[in-house]
């Protein structure tokens, strides 16, 4: 049994290996229909219960998908729907039940701390779905995409992220030391990463680059990355903000300046953080991204349950 919360905390072999699973497994799927179970179904029996203190598209659809594909079943909760969230049952008590009834458990919440208590009471495997401070399934999936789209190792390019400093860019800068790729960081210079995630990164001799010039960010990279610059319960003047990030916004002027062939990529929902023309436009590869989140997340179960192929 695996836990998967932060990638910093999973060895480099490992997230490799996930990648080079999920490659493998995209392509046996290619004939196959939605709902039809994987060859062997890999994950017969098993029940992944999934519970969300924040609101979700694609990770709710891709993990639903990713453990049927698999053989397996899913059962969605609510936090405000149990006694947890209504009627102050402990996270110890919950997590004896959710060990009780399920195989493993995907949690998407607004605490980090919550993470670890599951953790430490649960006696089956634990994925975060995202937290405030992490969000390792899609930054895996979209490492998975860079390399799917430019047939070459991540390690080999050149990547910018232009936006806020949250939980995405900081699975981001976890991936960039995990897979020894360089990550360009444009942002106004009151948004740069938090001190916390930079000391980890300076302790793993490694270094981010950060730049307060969108066009200095993005020169010469191989990949864009953005977010929203208003996040989930993001409890900020979202009008003041928007104007601190105007020079930030993804334009197709701004993206003159990266490689000719340089991609766009975007974990979605997006916000009015890039112009229709660069998000629609022959580079972006948004929906490709969104779709591999199953494959990932499918071979980031196997990791969980001890069966990657």
């Known amino acids: 049994m695996k836990h998967f919360i932060n990638l910093k905390d999973i060895p480099a072999k490992d997230l490799r290996k996930i990648i080079t699973d999920a ?114 399934t899609q930054v895996l999936s979209d490492v998975f995409t860079v390399e799917e789209i430019k047939k070459k190792p991540i390690s080999k390019l050149k990547i910018c992220w232009i936006g806020d400093s949250n939980n995405v860019l900081d699975s981001l800068i976890e991936a960039s030391v995990k897979f020894s790729f360089r990550l360009n960081i444009g942002c106004p210079k009151k948004f740069e990463p938090k001190k916390k995630i930079r000391d980890w990164v300076k302790k793993n001799n490694k270094k981010i680059y950060i730049y307060n010039d969108p066009g200095e960010a993005v020169e010469g990279v191989d990949v864009i ?26 334009k197709k002027e701004l993206m003159v ?23 629609l436009g022959k580079n972006s590869y948004v929906w490709q991204q969104a779709l591999n989140r199953v494959h990932v997340q499918k071979s980031i179960l196997l990791y969980c349950f001890g069966k990657l192929r």
């Not at 990355?225 to 993804?250: A, E, H």
């Open 257 to 279: 300046h990266a490689k000719k062939n340089c991609i766009f990529l975007h974990c979605l929902p997006r916000g009015n953080e890039v112009e229709d023309e660069v998000f």
């Open 23 to 136: 490659k493998r497994g995209k392509k046996l799927r290619k004939k196959l229909s939605t709902l039809e179970v994987d060859k062997g179904a890999p994950l017969k029996g098993k029940m992944l219960v999934q519970m969300f203190e924040k609101p979700s598209s694609r990770t709710r659809i891709s993990f639903y998908l990713a453990i049927k594909q698999l053989g397996g079943g899913t059962l969605t909760l609510r936090s405000n729907e149990l006694h947890l969230g209504q009627g102050g049952e402990s996270i110890a008590d919950t997590a004896k039940i959710l060990s009780t009834y399920g195989d493993g458990f995907m949690f998407r919440t607004d605490s980090d701390k919550k993470v670890e208590d599951f953790k430490k009471y649960l006696t089956i495997p634990i994925i975060n779905g995202l937290s405030p401070s992490s969000h390792p």
């Open 225 to 250: 990355f953005s977010d929203k610059v208003i996040s989930m319960n993001d409890k900020v003047d979202k009008k003041k903000k928007i104007k601190q990030f105007k020079k930030f916004k993804i």
